[in-house]
């Protein structure tokens, strides 16, 4: 049974650089059956996809925000991370940090319990 | 592709039956999943294949629907229902695997 814990600032000033990281437990974060991603939830509304990365270090992005984002593993830690860059207040959300099997057809099996990040000066 | 969910919010009493529905901008097979999350809560996964029940989900949800058009039946709204509701289309491989708009299933 995976956990992911995601960890970060809570508060970012605009136009800096939002740093997050899941931690993911009971399983190896090196795996070939699972991707890695975040997705986020602006205040009241729906659900974002924002990316993901998988076993072989390919990344994909959500087109809408593919110039700002990075999402890297560190499996010496069985980390993953984000990085979205330029912040503004409309990037104000929850973030999730998910897990799914690596496959078409497959839907996000883990979810981590979601940490805000404001972006206010 | 883009989810349509409809509608996007509705009010039922306990007992009720309820059907949100979920279009896809372009046909997606049975590539669908179906969330519920409540306030503060990350999602909850109910439904994938669009029919599939995840082990656990009490058998008063069911899912249907195949190509561009799928629904979310809860056959006898419970009062641990009344929640927002998400689907999801699996087809794009690799992502972005993008969500619906949400409907909320408030308590008339």
């Known amino acids: 049974q995976l956990q992911l814990q995601e960890s970060g600032p809570g508060l970012v000033k605009p136009s800096e650089t939002l740093s997050l990281t899941c931690t993911v437990s009971?399983?190896?974060?090196?795996?070939?059956?699972?991707?890695w991603g975040w997705i986020r939830q602006p205040p009241g509304k729906g659900l974002e996809w924002i990316g993901s990365i998988y076993y072989s270090g390919s990344t994909y992005y959500n087109p809408s925000l593919k110039s700002r984002v990075t999402i890297s593993v560190d499996t010496s830690k069985n980390q993953f991370s984000l990085k979205l860059s330029s912040v503004t207040a409309a990037d104000t959300a929850v973030y999730y940090c998910a897990t799914g099997i690596a496959a078409a057809g497959n839907p996000v099996d883990y979810w981590g319990q979601g940490t805000l990040v404001t972006v206010s000066s | 592709i883009q989810l349509t969910q409809s509608p996007s919010s509705l009010s039922a009493s306990v007992g009720d039956r309820v059907t949100i529905t979920c279009r896809a901008s372009?046909?997606?097979?049975?590539?669908l999943a179906w969330y519920q999350q409540k306030p503060g809560k990350a999602p909850k996964l109910l439904i994938y294949?669009?029919?599939t029940l995840q082990s656990g989900v009490p058998s008063r949800f069911s899912g249907s629907g195949s190509g561009t058009d799928f629904t979310l039946t809860i056959s006898s709204l419970q009062p641990e229902d009344f929640a927002t509701y998400y689907c999801?289309?699996?087809?794009?491989?690799?992502?972005?695997?993008?969500f619906g708009g949400g409907t909320k299933v408030e308590i008339k």
């Open positions: 999801q289309q699996l087809n794009s491989y690799p992502p972005p695997l993008t």
């Open positions: 294949a669009a029919s």
């Open positions: 372009q046909g997606i097979s049975s590539y």
């Open positions: 009971g399983g190896s974060i090196s795996s070939s059956s699972y991707y």
